[in-house]
């Protein structure tokens, strides 16, 4: 299986040099014999410690690291963008249980659990941390330890336990309050066992496509990841969540998954629990509500927010440029000449990418709330004539970009730039730094910052 997946490596934090698959020979644990390399490259570097400026450092050149340095090349870099995981047999990276059983027929063996890893609407980053750890390949500290490694050998989350798999998941009194947590809050009443026992029950109850079924096994696999994410930071940065911080991500991150689903219509009927706990519609008969929230751009990436309104004979643009925690950098919002309002749109978004080049921000992610402006750019539709000179300024900006993309953004996700186009917005200007600390504009930046979620009407 490992040989199926890698890894498109963007900012290459987060990726383990040694203990993840993003060399194109597989994973460098598995490859090398002789551990004193770990003196030279620490086990806990990750690939962004030895890649810098998309180069990859002298350290490469010792005699030991030869065989890896030479098919490096082959390497996915996709720098600027966040890391993904690749699902090789497949020209889209995704992954499907066609192709898996394909793939799988004859060179890797089948265990139990890989349907309860690898199913379609699975979180990619999640499945592989599951997966691996159901193989014992997470490098916990017995597994360190075995390979004459040194490592402090109590769990880091309680500090109590010798840390194992079986400890992490979930005999840990850490690990074990979070998993028995969300078995409650879904009416779960039974007792925490560890990993292949939970992942046994789950397999017997979690058949099929319902609601319910699919939220515990995305809850079980973000269980894993976001432990293990947890013990990772306690070693490695010397940061530390409470549980109860760790319960949080874990049903955020698997809400926002379950309203994708159910938004795409790829999702059961929820029962009440479930409907109640991550607000999902289970309305038969009535449109299920649907939910929408402002995304973050990737490290190294900005993304502009653009917006136009047009009211009783006066015509306005706004935008704002954030940053990928979503902090606020620049700003306009200017009062300009009436035209049909896809114009003005197209207008926004020029003057956001024009503000963007001009402070020197060359990888952008574009999104306004006009579908329409959004697919002439993409040249889905036919550019008006009235737009070509727009659209000509337009292009040329954009072919100067290191990377650009446009999206089109759901007009209840985009409050902020909606607000700075209007004509009485007291802030105007063609390129601002953006201090609007005392506007309530700023209380929508911060909430779109920590991914609130906003109904579509
Ligand atoms: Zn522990």
Redesign the pocket.
């Known amino acids: 299986m490992e040989k199926l997946i890698c890894y498109s490596i963007g900012d290459g934090q987060n990726i383990n040099f040694w203990n993840q698959p993003w060399h194109p020979d597989g994973t460098l644990v598995n490859l090398i014999t002789d551990s004193s390399l770990f003196t030279n490259i620490s086990r806990n570097a990750n690939v962004n410690d030895i890649l810098q400026g998309g180069i990859w450092g002298p350290i490469l050149n010792l005699p030991q690291l030869h065989v890896l340095k030479s098919t490096i090349d082959k390497a996915i870099l996709n720098l600027g963008n966040s890391n993904e995981v690749i699902w090789k047999p497949k020209d889209d990276g995704k992954f499907s249980i066609k192709s898996a059983w394909n793939s799988s027929s004859e060179k890797i063996p089948k265990p139990p659990w890989t349907l309860s890893v690898w199913f379609p609407s699975a979180i990619p980053k999640h499945a592989f941390t599951c997966w691996q750890a159901l193989w014992g390949r997470l490098l916990t500290a017995d597994r360190l330890i075995r390979m004459g490694i040194q490592a402090l050998p109590y769990?880091p989350?309680?500090?109590?336990?010798s840390?194992s798999i079986n400890?992490?998941f979930f005999?840990?009194?850490?690990?074990k309050w979070i998993w028995h947590s969300i078995l409650t809050k879904l009416n779960i009443r039974r007792r925490v066992k560890d990993i292949t026992d939970e992942e046994t029950w789950i397999r017997d109850h979690c058949r099929g496509k319902s609601a319910f079924a699919m939220a515990i096994k995305l809850l079980w696999h973000a269980s894993i990841y976001f432990i293990w994410f947890e013990r990772n930071s306690r070693i490695h940065s010397n940061s530390r969540s409470h549980k109860q911080q760790v319960l949080q991500n874990i049903l955020h991150t698997v809400k926002i998954k379950l309203i994708f689903l159910q938004n795409e219509d790829e999702l059961g009927t929820p029962n009440p629990i479930c409907s109640n706990l991550f607000n999902l519609s289970n309305q038969h008969n009535q449109k299920a509500q649907r939910w929408c929230y402002w995304k973050k751009p990737p490290l190294g990436k900005v993304k502009i927010n653009s917006d136009a309104s047009l009211t009783a004979g006066n015509a306005g643009i706004g935008g704002i440029v954030r940053n990928h925690e979503g902090i606020g950098i620049r700003f306009f919002s200017l009062n300009v000449e009436v035209e049909a309002i896809h114009l003005l749109e197209l207008k926004a978004i020029l003057q956001g990418v024009v503000m963007a080049s001009k402070n020197h921000l060359r990888n952008i992610w574009v999104e306004s709330d006009s579908q329409t402006a959004v697919n002439i750019i993409l040249k889905k539709y036919q550019c008006p004539w009235r737009a070509i000179s727009t659209l000509a300024k337009l292009n040329i900006i954009l072919s100067d970009m290191e990377s650009w993309e446009i999206s089109h953004s759901w007009r209840e996700a985009n409050t902020v730039a909606d607000y700075l186009s209007k004509i009485d917005c007291p802030f105007k200007g063609e390129d601002m730094v953006l201090g609007l600390a005392h506007s309530p504009i700023q209380q929508v930046i911060d909430m779109d910052s920590i991914g609130t979620l906003y109904q579509r009407m």
Request: charged residues 15%; aromatic residues 8%.
């Open positions: 769990c989350l309680c500090t109590h336990g840390e400890h992490l005999r840990c009194a850490y690990s």
